[in-house]
């Protein structure tokens, strides 16, 4: 039932309070920080949408997807997504970036805003993606498209169909990639998992042959490099020699995975030694 009484000013207002609040459970505080920055009255976002249009585009898509019928635990997923991506963009407001104007936001007779498209299929991912750690990540990359200029539609989308083919881990792994050679401890294997002269099988520890697939594939999907040499398979991986690249290197900063709890990247170390 909605709770939108009539005459009320802003109806997509309190649907947006709506998800905040159901997905409170997976922010925490995050999602009362972020309920003040949109919903606050004259002094939040709303009061000065126009000059914020990732807001705008926000809150009227709060209105759409509250309508759509939803579990209760996808409710929380997409409420939980749209609160990350309201606080990295307060964050960006607060430190005087502007939202990009090379008509992201625009839209006309022969087609919606990409800015809509993309929200839209950002909240489509959150409803499905069962690894919720993702959450927080596919809030990054919505509001960091909102402030990057030169990403257009075509490649937005791909980016955020690479996004949700990733697993957690796959995230965490470019993340670790990326930070190989400054994370205390974290020293990789030097050397490809091929077998040692003389032996027919390589011998490779159980706990790492899942972890090889996954690297695998992030270099199938072009997003890492081997280090100079082609990969054929998987003992051809060599961890100290990888490389995010492209896309990768794009997701990297746009769904800021370096800010991936730590714990989770050191727990793939001892695997990858």
């Known amino acids: 039932m909605d709770d939108t009484k009539p005459g009320t000013a802003d109806?997509?207002?309190?649907?947006?309070?709506?998800?905040?609040?159901?997905?409170?459970?997976?922010?925490?505080?995050?999602?009362?920080?972020?309920?003040?920055f949109l919903v606050a009255g004259p002094a939040g976002a709303l009061a000065g949408a126009a000059t914020s249009p990732i807001v705008k585009h926000l809150v009227a898509l709060a209105s759409d997807v509250i309508q759509r019928t939803m579990s209760t635990r996808e409710t929380k997923r997409i409420g939980a997504t749209l609160a990350f991506a309201a606080a990295k963009i307060q964050e960006k407001l607060d430190s005087g970036q502007k939202p990009r104007d090379d008509g992201f936001f625009a839209s006309d007779s022969h087609q919606r805003a990409a800015a809509d498209e993309i929200a839209e299929g950002v909240v489509i991912s959150a409803q499905r993606e069962h690894e919720e750690k993702k959450l927080k990540f596919y809030g990054n990359l919505l509001a960091n498209l909102a402030f990057v200029p030169g990403i257009d539609r075509g490649y937005s989308n791909f980016l955020l169909k690479s996004a949700e083919a990733l697993s957690y881990r796959q995230l965490c792994l470019l993340a670790l990639f990326t930070l190989k050679n400054s994370i205390q401890g974290g020293h990789l294997r030097q050397t490809s998992y091929r077998p040692a002269q003389g032996a027919q099988n390589a011998s490779i520890p159980l706990v790492t042959i899942p972890l090889l697939y996954e690297i695998f594939d992030l270099y199938s999907r072009g997003l890492i490099s081997g280090g100079g040499g082609a990969l054929l398979g998987l003992t051809d991986i060599n961890p100290s020699e990888l490389v995010v690249q492209g896309a990768g290197s794009v997701l990297v900063n746009l769904m800021e995975l370096l800010t991936i709890d730590l714990p989770d990247l050191n727990a793939l170390i001892p695997a990858l030694s």
């Open 11 to 36: 109806p997509e207002g309190t649907h947006y309070r709506r998800l905040m609040e159901a997905g409170a459970d997976i922010t925490g505080n995050l999602a009362g920080s972020a309920l003040g």
